[in-house]
C-alpha cells in the first residue's frame, strides 16, 4: 500500500471515529465541540436548560509523601435556566498521607453558580460561584476538618480563536474554627484556615473531538502541624492532559481524559494521573 493510499485511509478513519462531517465543521468551531470539561481549572460555562452533568474524577498519588486514590464525584443542574445552577461535589479517599491512613467519604460541597457574563465579542464568559463545605467526612480519619466550611471561586473562559480557549480561576476557602489531632493524640486549639488559589489553563482543539490541555494551579493552603501550630504552604502544579469526546450527539455527550499533574516545588506533591470521565445529556 503506498504512503499516499495509507493517508487517505487514515483520514477515513479519523472521520468515522470522531465522527467529522463536513457540515459540523461550517456550523461550529473545532473548539466548541467540548465545554465545560477542564480537569483542575474550572470553566465558566453554565449547563444549558433542561441538560444534566455527571462528572467523574479520580486522582492517584505516588509520591513518597502520599500515596493512593482521591476521588471526587459532580453532578450539575440548571435552575430553570443557563443563568443559574445548582450542583454537589462529593469527595472520597483512599490513601496514605504522611504516614495515616486517609480511607473513607470526605466533606461534600453544595454548590451555586450564577452565569454573569455569557462569552462574545471582546468579553468572556463569568460564572462566580459560592460552596457551602458540609462536614460529612470524618476528622479522625483525615477526610474531612469537621467544620463547616465556605468557597468562593472566580472563573472566566475566552474562546480567543477558533481552535485555542483560555481559562483563568482565582478562590478562597474558609474554615473557621478548625481542631485537628495532634502527634500526642489530643486535638489542636481551634484556628481558622483560609487557603487560596489561582490559576489558569489553555487548550487546544487538535481535532473538534480531541483537545489538548496544559493547565497551571497555585494553591496557598492553610494547614496544622502536628505539634497544633498552623502552617502555610505554597503548592504550584503544572498539568499537561488530553480529553476526548467519545460520544458527541445533541442529546447526549460522553467525555473523558487523562491528565499529569507535577509539582513545581518540594511542597506540591507528583501525582501519578488524573482522570476525568463526564456524561452530559438532556433530562427534559
Given at each position: 500500500?503506498?504512503?499516499?493510499?495509507?493517508?487517505?485511509?487514515?483520514?477515513?478513519?479519523?472521520?468515522?471515529?470522531?465522527?467529522?462531517?463536513?457540515?459540523?465543521?461550517?456550523?461550529?468551531?473545532?473548539?466548541?465541540?467540548?465545554?465545560?470539561?477542564?480537569?483542575?481549572i474550572e470553566e465558566a460555562y453554565n449547563q444549558?436548560?433542561?441538560?444534566?452533568?455527571?462528572?467523574?474524577?479520580?486522582?492517584?498519588?505516588?509520591?513518597?509523601?502520599?500515596?493512593?486514590?482521591?476521588?471526587?464525584?459532580?453532578?450539575?443542574?440548571?435552575?430553570?435556566?443557563?443563568?443559574?445552577?445548582?450542583?454537589?461535589?462529593?469527595?472520597?479517599?483512599?490513601?496514605?498521607?504522611?504516614?495515616?491512613?486517609?480511607?473513607?467519604?470526605?466533606?461534600?460541597l453544595l454548590n451555586y453558580r450564577y452565569q454573569?457574563?455569557?462569552?462574545?465579542?471582546?468579553?468572556?464568559?463569568?460564572?462566580?460561584?459560592?460552596?457551602?463545605?458540609?462536614?460529612?467526612?470524618?476528622?479522625?480519619?483525615?477526610?474531612?476538618?469537621?467544620?463547616?466550611?465556605?468557597?468562593?471561586?472566580?472563573?472566566?473562559?475566552?474562546?480567543?480563536?477558533?481552535?485555542?480557549?483560555?481559562?483563568?480561576?482565582?478562590?478562597?476557602?474558609?474554615?473557621?474554627?478548625?481542631?485537628?489531632?495532634?502527634?500526642?493524640?489530643?486535638?489542636?486549639?481551634?484556628?481558622?484556615?483560609?487557603?487560596?488559589?489561582?490559576?489558569?489553563?489553555?487548550?487546544?482543539?487538535?481535532?473538534?473531538?480531541?483537545?489538548?490541555?496544559?493547565?497551571?494551579?497555585?494553591?496557598?493552603?492553610?494547614?496544622?502541624?502536628?505539634?497544633?501550630?498552623?502552617?502555610?504552604?505554597?503548592?504550584?502544579?503544572?498539568?499537561?492532559?488530553?480529553?476526548?469526546?467519545?460520544?458527541?450527539?445533541?442529546?447526549?455527550?460522553?467525555?473523558?481524559?487523562?491528565?499529569?499533574?507535577?509539582?513545581?516545588n518540594r511542597q506540591a506533591n507528583n501525582v501519578?494521573?488524573?482522570?476525568?470521565?463526564?456524561?452530559?445529556?438532556?433530562?427534559?
Amino acid at each position: 500500500m503506498s504512503a499516499r493510499v495509507l493517508a487517505k485511509v487514515w483520514v477515513v478513519a479519523i472521520c468515522v471515529v470522531y465522527g467529522l462531517p463536513v457540515v459540523a465543521f461550517a456550523q461550529r468551531e473545532p473548539i466548541e465541540f467540548i465545554e465545560d470539561n477542564s480537569f483542575l481549572i474550572e470553566e465558566a460555562y453554565n449547563q444549558e436548560p433542561g441538560v444534566v452533568q455527571h462528572i467523574f474524577q479520580a486522582v492517584y498519588s505516588n509520591d513518597p509523601r502520599q500515596r493512593g486514590w482521591a476521588f471526587a464525584f459532580t453532578q450539575e443542574w440548571p435552575i430553570y435556566g443557563q443563568d443559574h445552577q445548582f450542583s454537589y461535589t462529593i469527595l472520597g479517599y483512599h490513601l496514605i498521607n504522611e504516614g495515616e491512613r486517609q480511607y473513607g467519604v470526605g466533606d461534600t460541597l453544595l454548590n451555586y453558580r450564577y452565569q454573569a457574563l455569557e462569552e462574545g465579542p471582546g468579553k468572556p464568559a463569568f460564572a462566580p460561584r459560592f460552596s457551602l463545605i458540609i462536614p460529612t467526612g470524618n476528622r479522625d480519619k483525615g477526610t474531612g476538618n469537621g467544620v463547616v466550611g465556605y468557597q468562593w471561586s472566580l472563573p472566566f473562559s475566552k474562546k480567543v480563536a477558533s481552535r485555542l480557549a483560555l481559562h483563568a480561576n482565582f478562590g478562597i476557602t474558609y474554615l473557621p474554627h478548625v481542631r485537628s489531632p495532634m502527634n500526642n493524640g489530643q486535638l489542636s486549639p481551634k484556628r481558622s484556615l483560609v487557603s487560596s488559589w489561582v490559576g489558569g489553563s489553555a487548550i487546544y482543539a487538535l481535532l473538534p473531538r480531541l483537545h489538548l490541555m496544559l493547565e497551571w494551579l497555585g494553591i496557598i493552603e492553610d494547614n496544622i502541624n502536628g505539634a497544633g501550630r498552623p502552617v502555610r504552604t505554597f503548592n504550584p502544579l503544572l498539568s499537561p492532559g488530553v480529553r476526548t469526546a467519545v460520544f458527541n450527539e445533541e442529546d447526549l455527550q460522553i467525555v473523558a481524559g487523562v491528565g499529569v499533574p507535577i509539582g513545581l516545588n518540594r511542597q506540591a506533591n507528583n501525582v501519578a494521573g488524573f482522570f476525568y470521565f463526564s456524561v452530559e445529556h438532556k433530562l427534559f
